[in-house]
């Protein structure tokens, strides 16, 4: 596929976003105390990348210094060698030592109203010991891997913190996944113990996450322990012996567990996210330059102060709950905010009336948030308090203008600067972003790539493109990237290294404009992003075929107002079984069952027969076209052009575009 055809947006869409031509200037006020206000970083980075990261991760506390800052053996990076750090210590014990103990560092908010909880960094240190000791005591020695399938409550950055106490590596399964999407994970990490709840609250249902862990756990033979928080009080059955509550253990547990000294490369946590092929990636993220690179750019891009009340939306089953609420806010020694639910949960006000009620500084949440707060009207944020923001981000999925303005002028009120945060599960930090006191601003680019990391836009064949569009490269190692595929080491390097040499290859479209600004244009894989959620569309087919009605299923992402992208599958059913809305309905609930909500096509489309290039391969542009009702273009590549006329016509009789 080619730059030009990338789909998530319409080509009007991509010429509005390069049309965009207002720029907004950091205010005076925030410029003169933000953080960085100095725009010599980036030269200085530029000049000596190692030194510049160096000084960075010397900002942390580190039990024994590097020798060297950077092994870079193509694609392979390792970065500190020979330093030992932890990272709770990090997030946890050094503000303890410095007299920050008695400062907020989680005021959180459950669904039903009126539950609220804050955790200062002494409670948060004094659980983190606890549960370390906890998991230990479940027989977790260092390296072993931890699943933790959780609400976001308190306690699910609790076992995370603990999990890198004891030098566990966690994998956190968001807790909207399906029974079989969290069994793949636990298999392929080979957890030894799971960390959930009975349950937790979305859009004022239980979600009940023990009941589901329990299908799971005994497919799972490498699951020894099941250790439940009880956050609903929903009943649940406790296998004797290998399931343990929460509160039971903690009350007995010692109230200190000393930081297992780990190596800089020893892994912190794997996440599994969707690629291009129906198993997702367990991406692996290692301790001491991931730590360094999450603490660094959450202090310049959200330029922290020690007063703000930091609300980043995110869940922690993905990566910016990893990065932007467990561990660079609490390496700063920040206060966040943490709300379990739905943003219009009683009403379309909750986000508003959280951060009316918290004096939230900086708001972090995503363009799909954005397009429905403005979808349910300004009346919601009209009616509270906002003047406690300072700063407004944004991450996961381009930024349409439109919602970029809507957002700096309803929720920042013209006065806070919107950072567009660009990044990935594999870069573990952000990577290209305004710096909010420096950086002018034009909505719907994500302006440029941040000091000590070098992106370009390239060509196929890997020319520079100083104006124009093509692919995002990223053409030099960080420390926070991705160390690898947890057990695939030939996809690490298939999937990220062999479309340039020694450029990394993150799969996105991107242009560059005259001044050198980024605009990133969506995946130009068999990746979509549905409301900022990552899925594939080989992991949906995948899930299709394995129905035994279905014969054949191709999924595309298709453009949604609200949602970015939505998924719509043409399906091919077996022979004998009748297509219509009870199949439609029944596939709907399989894909669900395989990997749960997020997974769902909007729309299927019954057909005989798929439109497949002479040498086989599924033109899926040619379906996205169908799909959303565009004039086909060139279809002479078609084994039988026929199949995509009759689909189209079937298509447009349905009613569907
Ligand atoms: C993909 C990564 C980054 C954490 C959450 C998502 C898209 C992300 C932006 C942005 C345009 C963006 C890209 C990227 N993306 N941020 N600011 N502008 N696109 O992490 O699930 O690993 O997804 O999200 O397509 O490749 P992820």
């Known amino acids: 596929m080619t730059p030009e055809e990338i789909p998530l947006k319409s080509d009007a869409t991509v010429s509005a976003l390069l049309e965009e031509n207002r720029i907004f200037h950091p205010p005076y006020d925030f410029k003169a105390k ?16 190692q030194g510049f990261w160096a000084e960075w991760a010397g900002k942390l506390e580190w039990f024994k210094k590097w020798d060297k800052v950077l092994e870079w053996d193509v694609p392979y990076s390792k970065w500190f060698i020979g330093g030992k750090l932890n990272a709770s210590y990090n997030c946890l014990d050094r503000h303890i030592k410095a007299g920050l103990g008695g400062k907020k560092a989680i005021i959180w908010e459950g669904e039903p109203e009126g539950e609220q909880k804050v955790l200062t960094y002494n409670e948060m240190y004094l659980a983190v010991n606890k549960l370390a000791n906890v998991i230990k005591s479940l027989g977790v020695v260092k390296g072993d891997r931890v699943a933790i399938y959780m609400p976001m409550i308190p306690e699910a950055v609790v076992a995370m913190q603990a999990c890198a106490r004891v030098g566990a590596i966690h994998t956190v399964v968001f807790g909207g996944f399906s029974a079989e999407a969290l069994k793949d994970r636990i298999l392929d990490a080979q957890a030894k113990l799971l960390i959930t709840a009975d349950g937790g609250y979305r859009r004022g249902k239980l979600i009940p996450l023990k009941d589901i862990s329990d299908e799971v756990v005994s497919q799972c033979p490498c699951v020894v322990h099941v250790l439940v928080v009880n956050r609903a009080g929903h009943p649940v059955n406790m296998q004797s012996g290998r399931d343990y509550w929460y509160h039971d253990l903690m ?44 603490a660094a750019t959450t202090q310049w891009v959200f330029d922290l102060r020690a007063d703000d009340i930091f609300w980043c939306t995110a869940d922690i089953g993905w990566v910016t709950g990893h990065s932007y609420i467990v561990y660079g806010p609490m390496a700063n020694g920040a206060t966040q905010i943490m709300y379990e639910g739905s943003p219009d949960y009683p009403q379309r006000d909750r986000f508003w009336r959280i951060i009316e009620r918290h004096r939230a500084t900086i708001l972090y949440t995503a363009p799909t948030a954005i397009r429905s707060f403005m979808k349910w009207g300004t009346q919601w944020p009209e009616q509270c308090d ?20 809507w957002y700096y002028h309803y929720i920042g009120k013209e006065k806070c600067p919107i950072v567009d945060t660009w990044w990935q599960t594999e870069t573990g930090c952000i990577l290209i972003s305004p710096l909010p006191g420096l950086t002018p601003l034009k909505p719907g680019s994500a302006t440029r790539a941040l000091p000590g990391i070098e992106a370009a836009v390239l060509s196929e064949d890997g020319k520079n493109i100083e104006r124009g569009g093509g692919y995002l490269a990223i053409t030099t190692p960080w420390p926070a990237m991705l160390r690898g595929i947890y057990g695939d080491a030939d996809r690490y390097k298939e999937t990220y290294w062999t479309k340039w040499k ?21 995946r130009v894989d068999d990746v979509i992003k549905v409301s900022g959620h990552r899925i594939g569309t080989m992991e949906v087919e ?78 899926r542009r040619l379906l996205r076209d169908i799909a959303e009702g565009r004039a086909l273009g060139d279809v002479t590549t078609l084994a039988d052009a026929h199949v995509v006329e009759t689909l189209k016509q079937k298509y447009e009789s349905e009613g569907q575009t």
């Open 34 to 49: 933000a953080f960085i206000k100095d725009a010599s970083i980036y030269e200085r980075a530029r000049q000596d990348p």
């Open 542 to 619: 995948s899930a299709l075929v394995d129905h035994p009605q279905v014969a054949e299923a191709a999924v595309v992402g298709i453009s949604d107002e609200i949602k970015g992208q939505e998924i719509a599958a043409f399906v091919i059913l077996k022979e004998g079984n009748p297509p219509g809305p009870e199949a439609e309905d029944m596939l709907k609930k399989h894909v669900v069952h395989k990997i749960g909500a997020i997974g769902r096509p909007k729309t299927i489309i019954f057909t005989a027969e798929l439109p497949k290039t002479r040498s086989g391969k599924i033109m």
């Open 386 to 405: 906002l003047s406690s923001l300072r700063l407004l981000g944004s991450v996961g999925e381009p930024i349409n203008p439109e919602a970029w303005i």
């Open 251 to 294: 009350e007995k547990a010692k109230v200190y567990c000393p930081p297992e000294p780990m190596d800089a490369e020893d892994i912190l946590y794997i996440l599994y996210t969707s690629g291009t092929t129906g198993k997702p990636k367990g991406i692996i993220h290692t301790t001491g330059g991931y730590m360094t690179g999450v």
């Open 502 to 522: 020694g450029t990394y290859f993150p799969g996105d479209g991107a242009k560059k404009d005259a001044d050198g600004y980024l605009w990133l244009l969506g």
